[in-house]
Structure formats: C-alpha cells, structure tokens
C-alpha cells in the first residue's frame, strides 16, 4: 500500500472522527467562557447583583454589567478558598469593585473611583 492510499484512509477516519465529535459534542451548545477571569466576570455580570446601601455609583445601576465585563479581575487581592463566601476584586481604568458572592447572592460592598 503506497502513501498516498494510506494518506487517503488517514484522511477519510480523522474527517468521519471531526464529523461525529461535532455532531455528539460541539452542536447546539453554548460554551461558558475558558479562562478563569472570564468566568468570573460571566458569573458577576447578571441582573440580580446587590448594591450596598453605602455606595452610591457615578452611573446608573443598568450600567453596571457593562462595567464589570469591562474589567479584570486581581486573583491576587481576591479571596475565593477556605471561606464560606467569595470575594473578588475587580479593576478597570476608571474604577475599582468589590464583589461578594454567598449562597448563589452577589453583593457589591465597595467601590472606589480611580
């Protein structure tokens, strides 16, 4: 059997092998974010966020998901292990934000203008 036969079998499994795994897989899903931050940021950008009643925001509150998707989130400064609830601190060029998270609840508890 010459390379070229053999290339052609090659050729026909791994396209068979492509087809099925998008069929079984990949099809009519919508995948989460990948990286860590992303993630984050998908989990904190909903409508159901908390505001403390000591903050008062320069913007509307319907803004406020565009400003947390708009940032990055500092794994160094946030505090996610060995607590019952999560916090994670957030930075864009304009302004700094402090989420809680606690049973499925996410409260912003501080923010601070740059």
Known sequence: MNFLHRFKFFAIGVGLGCLIVYALLIRD????????????????????????????????????IEHILSSDVLFDESKVRDMACREYQLESDTER?????????????QFEPK
């Open 29 to 64: 899903r919508d995948f989460p974010a990948w990286l860590p931050g992303d993630r984050v940021l998908e989990e904190l950008a909903v409508d159901s966020v908390i505001i403390g009643t000591d903050i008062q925001l320069p913007f509307a509150d319907s803004l406020l």
């Open 97 to 109: 934000m402090r989420f809680k998270i606690c049973n499925k609840q996410i409260r912003l508890y």
